[in-house]
């Protein structure tokens, strides 16, 4: 997969972001997908993910509720749509596939640069 993020931005507390990811390779639809996040000074979190074909959903505690993972196999993208955000989702968003036994484990070491998501207080 070869993947680029875009959709960040800046936004007030409670706003909404959509992100999107989009692979321009050929085998999107063969892996189980996510969404990742780095804050400043922070490791690397697992945010979300779903199966290849949008059956399976797995969520980080933290953003249960808010956040809905999707994907649109004939586009070669993957979607976060954020609700409520709060300053602690300030982050770069990264996705990438990940491990079918395991969706809180990326797949790959290969990451894309990201966009930024800055949640005002």
């Known amino acids: 997969v070869q993947l680029g993020e875009s959709g960040g931005g800046l936004v007030q507390t409670g706003g909404s972001l959509q992100l999107s990811c989009v692979d321009s390779g050929s085998r999107f639809g063969n892996y189980a997908m996510g969404w990742f996040r780095q804050a400043l000074g922070k490791e690397r979190e697992f945010v979300a993910a779903l199966s290849w074909d949008g059956g399976s959903r797995a969520y980080a505690d933290s953003v249960k509720g808010r956040f809905t993972i999707s994907r649109d196999n004939a586009k070669n993208t993957l979607y976060l749509q954020m609700n409520n955000l709060q300053p602690d989702d300030t982050a770069v968003y990264y996705c990438?596939?990940?491990?079918?036994?395991?969706?809180?484990?990326?797949?790959?070491?290969?990451w894309g640069r990201g966009t930024q998501v800055t949640v005002s207080s």
């Open positions: 990438n596939a990940v491990q079918s036994g395991d969706y809180s484990v990326p797949a790959s070491g290969d």
